[in-house]
Protein backbone atom coordinates (compact mmCIF):
# COMPACT_ATOMS: atom_id res chain seq x y z
CA UNK A 1 0.00 0.00 0.00
CA UNK A 2 1.60 3.28 -1.16
CA UNK A 3 1.85 5.80 1.73
CA UNK A 4 2.09 9.64 2.14
CA UNK A 5 2.59 10.29 5.95
CA UNK A 6 1.90 13.98 7.47
CA UNK A 7 1.45 15.08 10.73
CA UNK A 8 -2.11 16.15 11.50
CA UNK A 9 -1.06 19.41 13.53
CA UNK A 10 -2.26 21.91 13.97
CA UNK A 11 1.28 23.74 13.80
CA UNK A 12 1.08 26.77 15.55
CA UNK A 13 3.88 29.07 14.63
CA UNK A 14 4.38 33.11 15.58
CA UNK A 15 3.65 35.62 12.63
CA UNK A 16 7.14 36.49 11.08
CA UNK A 17 8.62 33.27 11.81
CA UNK A 18 9.76 29.81 9.98
CA UNK A 19 7.24 27.42 9.76
CA UNK A 20 8.35 23.62 8.80
CA UNK A 21 6.20 21.03 7.39
CA UNK A 22 7.45 17.37 6.85
CA UNK A 23 6.26 14.90 4.46
CA UNK A 24 6.99 11.19 3.84
CA UNK A 25 6.28 8.70 1.26
CA UNK A 26 6.49 4.88 0.58
CA UNK A 27 6.82 4.64 -2.97
CA UNK A 28 11.03 4.65 -3.34
CA UNK A 29 9.94 5.08 -7.70
CA UNK A 30 8.22 8.19 -7.26
CA UNK A 31 9.49 11.08 -9.20
CA UNK A 32 7.34 14.26 -8.21
CA UNK A 33 6.59 15.84 -4.85
CA UNK A 34 3.71 18.41 -4.61
CA UNK A 35 2.66 20.82 -2.42
CA UNK A 36 -1.02 22.47 -1.69
CA UNK A 37 -2.41 24.59 0.26
CA UNK A 38 -6.48 24.34 0.84
CA UNK A 39 -7.86 27.03 2.82
CA UNK A 40 -10.72 26.02 4.96
CA UNK A 41 -14.04 25.03 2.87
CA UNK A 42 -12.03 25.28 -0.48
CA UNK A 43 -10.42 22.76 -3.23
CA UNK A 44 -6.44 22.69 -3.16
CA UNK A 45 -4.30 25.10 -5.26
CA UNK A 46 -0.87 24.18 -6.04
CA UNK A 47 2.10 26.06 -4.18
CA UNK A 48 5.36 24.39 -6.05
CA UNK A 49 5.94 21.24 -6.95
CA UNK A 50 9.98 19.44 -6.98
CA UNK A 51 11.61 16.38 -8.52
CA UNK A 52 15.05 16.78 -8.04
CA UNK A 53 17.00 15.92 -4.39
CA UNK A 54 17.93 19.70 -2.54
CA UNK A 55 15.89 22.53 -1.95
CA UNK A 56 13.84 25.03 -4.69
CA UNK A 57 12.55 28.09 -3.51
CA UNK A 58 9.84 30.40 -4.94
CA UNK A 59 9.10 33.58 -2.88
CA UNK A 60 8.92 32.80 0.62
CA UNK A 61 8.74 28.97 0.32
CA UNK A 62 10.93 26.98 -0.17
CA UNK A 63 10.66 23.05 -1.13
CA UNK A 64 13.27 20.23 -0.05
CA UNK A 65 13.33 16.84 -1.27
CA UNK A 66 15.55 14.13 -0.15
CA UNK A 67 14.95 10.90 -1.95
CA UNK A 68 17.05 8.91 0.14
CA UNK A 69 15.39 9.53 3.20
CA UNK A 70 11.98 9.35 1.37
CA UNK A 71 11.46 12.82 2.81
CA UNK A 72 9.93 16.00 1.50
CA UNK A 73 9.50 19.19 3.21
CA UNK A 74 7.72 22.51 2.91
CA UNK A 75 9.22 25.86 4.53
CA UNK A 76 7.24 29.19 4.74
CA UNK A 77 9.44 32.35 5.48
CA UNK A 78 7.71 35.44 7.35
CA UNK A 79 4.52 33.69 7.92
CA UNK A 80 1.67 35.55 7.60
CA UNK A 81 -1.63 34.62 9.18
CA UNK A 82 -2.79 34.35 5.17
CA UNK A 83 -0.51 31.44 5.76
CA UNK A 84 -3.13 29.87 8.14
CA UNK A 85 -4.78 26.68 6.09
CA UNK A 86 -3.86 23.30 5.67
CA UNK A 87 -1.28 22.05 4.00
CA UNK A 88 -1.63 18.62 1.51
CA UNK A 89 1.68 16.26 0.19
CA UNK A 90 1.00 14.06 -2.86
CA UNK A 91 3.48 12.21 -4.51
CA UNK A 92 3.10 10.65 -7.59
CA UNK A 93 2.98 6.91 -8.30
CA UNK A 94 6.09 5.53 -9.77
CA UNK A 95 5.57 4.87 -13.31
CA UNK A 96 2.43 7.10 -13.66
CA UNK A 97 3.58 10.52 -13.64
CA UNK A 98 0.16 11.34 -13.31
CA UNK A 99 -2.03 9.61 -10.39
CA UNK A 100 -1.28 11.01 -7.30
CA UNK A 101 -1.48 9.96 -3.60
CA UNK A 102 -2.40 12.39 -0.85
CA UNK A 103 -1.52 13.06 2.39
CA UNK A 104 -4.18 13.70 5.22
CA UNK A 105 -2.51 17.22 5.44
CA UNK A 106 -1.25 19.38 8.25
CA UNK A 107 -2.99 22.07 9.16
CA UNK A 108 -1.12 25.44 10.08
CA UNK A 109 -1.93 28.56 12.33
CA UNK A 110 -0.12 31.26 11.40
CA UNK A 111 -0.40 33.86 15.34
CA UNK A 112 -0.43 37.19 15.05
CA UNK B 1 -10.41 30.91 -18.16
CA UNK B 2 -12.76 29.75 -16.05
CA UNK B 3 -10.42 26.65 -15.36
CA UNK B 4 -12.15 23.71 -13.44
CA UNK B 5 -16.06 24.21 -13.02
CA UNK B 6 -18.29 21.99 -10.80
CA UNK B 7 -21.77 22.33 -10.29
CA UNK B 8 -23.69 21.78 -8.20
CA UNK B 9 -21.66 23.26 -4.73
CA UNK B 10 -24.05 21.80 -2.39
CA UNK B 11 -26.61 18.78 -2.90
CA UNK B 12 -28.93 16.91 0.09
CA UNK B 13 -29.66 12.89 -1.60
CA UNK B 14 -31.64 10.72 -0.16
CA UNK B 15 -30.17 7.38 0.60
CA UNK B 16 -31.34 5.21 -3.09
CA UNK B 17 -31.48 7.89 -5.38
CA UNK B 18 -28.90 8.97 -8.03
CA UNK B 19 -27.30 12.08 -9.38
CA UNK B 20 -24.50 13.19 -11.42
CA UNK B 21 -22.20 15.95 -10.67
CA UNK B 22 -20.79 17.16 -13.57
CA UNK B 23 -17.46 18.72 -14.07
CA UNK B 24 -16.42 21.00 -17.25
CA UNK B 25 -12.48 22.52 -17.68
CA UNK B 26 -11.78 25.00 -20.21
CA UNK B 27 -7.74 24.90 -20.45
CA UNK B 28 -7.91 21.84 -23.23
CA UNK B 29 -6.33 19.50 -20.13
CA UNK B 30 -5.86 16.01 -21.63
CA UNK B 31 -6.39 14.43 -18.03
CA UNK B 32 -9.02 14.54 -15.46
CA UNK B 33 -9.97 12.92 -11.81
CA UNK B 34 -12.53 12.78 -9.58
CA UNK B 35 -11.49 12.84 -6.12
CA UNK B 36 -13.59 12.25 -2.74
CA UNK B 37 -12.20 13.97 0.41
CA UNK B 38 -13.83 12.97 3.90
CA UNK B 39 -13.28 15.29 6.81
CA UNK B 40 -9.95 14.98 8.15
CA UNK B 41 -8.29 12.81 4.95
CA UNK B 42 -6.79 12.94 2.07
CA UNK B 43 -7.96 12.77 -1.13
CA UNK B 44 -8.85 9.88 -2.66
CA UNK B 45 -8.88 9.30 -6.46
CA UNK B 46 -12.37 7.91 -7.27
CA UNK B 47 -12.05 7.39 -11.67
CA UNK B 48 -9.45 9.30 -13.69
CA UNK B 49 -9.39 9.85 -17.46
CA UNK B 50 -6.59 10.24 -20.00
CA UNK B 51 -8.34 11.35 -22.38
CA UNK B 52 -11.59 11.46 -24.45
CA UNK B 53 -13.53 7.86 -24.34
CA UNK B 54 -10.69 6.74 -21.69
CA UNK B 55 -11.10 6.20 -18.30
CA UNK B 56 -10.03 3.97 -15.67
CA UNK B 57 -10.48 3.15 -11.84
CA UNK B 58 -8.68 4.85 -9.26
CA UNK B 59 -8.68 3.70 -5.26
CA UNK B 60 -12.12 4.31 -4.18
CA UNK B 61 -14.50 3.80 -7.67
CA UNK B 62 -17.47 1.49 -5.95
CA UNK B 63 -20.61 3.19 -6.51
CA UNK B 64 -19.87 5.59 -9.01
CA UNK B 65 -19.23 5.80 -12.18
CA UNK B 66 -17.74 7.89 -14.89
CA UNK B 67 -17.73 8.92 -18.68
CA UNK B 68 -15.55 11.29 -21.11
CA UNK B 69 -17.08 12.03 -24.13
CA UNK B 70 -15.63 15.10 -24.96
CA UNK B 71 -11.87 16.59 -23.51
CA UNK B 72 -13.85 19.43 -21.66
CA UNK B 73 -16.41 17.47 -19.89
CA UNK B 74 -16.32 14.66 -16.99
CA UNK B 75 -19.14 13.79 -15.22
CA UNK B 76 -19.55 11.40 -12.31
CA UNK B 77 -22.57 9.37 -11.97
CA UNK B 78 -23.63 8.33 -8.51
CA UNK B 79 -25.90 5.19 -8.26
CA UNK B 80 -27.95 4.51 -5.30
CA UNK B 81 -26.71 6.39 -3.25
CA UNK B 82 -25.59 5.62 0.40
CA UNK B 83 -24.61 7.41 3.72
CA UNK B 84 -20.86 6.85 2.86
CA UNK B 85 -20.47 8.49 0.02
CA UNK B 86 -21.40 12.02 2.00
CA UNK B 87 -18.36 13.50 1.21
CA UNK B 88 -16.84 16.49 -0.68
CA UNK B 89 -16.20 15.84 -4.20
CA UNK B 90 -13.34 17.53 -6.59
CA UNK B 91 -12.84 17.04 -9.94
CA UNK B 92 -9.26 18.15 -11.53
CA UNK B 93 -7.15 18.68 -14.62
CA UNK B 94 -3.92 18.33 -15.30
CA UNK B 95 -1.39 19.02 -18.62
CA UNK B 96 1.74 17.24 -19.25
CA UNK B 97 4.42 19.66 -19.12
CA UNK B 98 7.75 18.23 -18.87
CA UNK B 99 7.02 14.93 -17.04
CA UNK B 100 5.37 16.91 -14.11
CA UNK B 101 1.58 16.62 -13.83
CA UNK B 102 0.00 19.61 -11.95
CA UNK B 103 -3.84 19.36 -10.84
CA UNK B 104 -5.90 22.17 -11.41
CA UNK B 105 -8.62 21.79 -8.64
CA UNK B 106 -12.81 22.89 -9.11
CA UNK B 107 -14.19 24.64 -6.26
CA UNK B 108 -15.89 20.99 -5.17
CA UNK B 109 -19.54 19.23 -4.64
CA UNK B 110 -20.44 18.85 -0.95
CA UNK B 111 -22.56 16.14 -1.01
CA UNK B 112 -24.94 14.55 1.77
CA UNK B 113 -26.75 11.30 1.79
CA UNK B 114 -29.21 11.25 4.47
Known amino acids: QKEVEQNSGPLSVPEGAIASLNCTYS??????FFWYRQYSGKSPELIMF??SNGDKEDGRFTAQLNKASQYVSLLIRDSQPSDSATYLC????????????WGAGTKLIIKP | NAGVTQTPKFRILKIGQSMTLQCTQD?????MYWYRQDPGMGLKLIYY???????DKGEVPNGYNVSRSTTEDFPLRLELAAPSQTSVYFC?????????????FGPGTRLTVT
Open chain 1, 27 to 32: DRGSQS
Open chain 2, 49 to 55: SVGAGIT
Open chain 2, 27 to 31: MNHNY
Open chain 1, 50 to 51: IY
Open chain 1, 90 to 101: AVNIMDSNYQLI
Open chain 2, 92 to 104: ASSLPGQGIYEQY
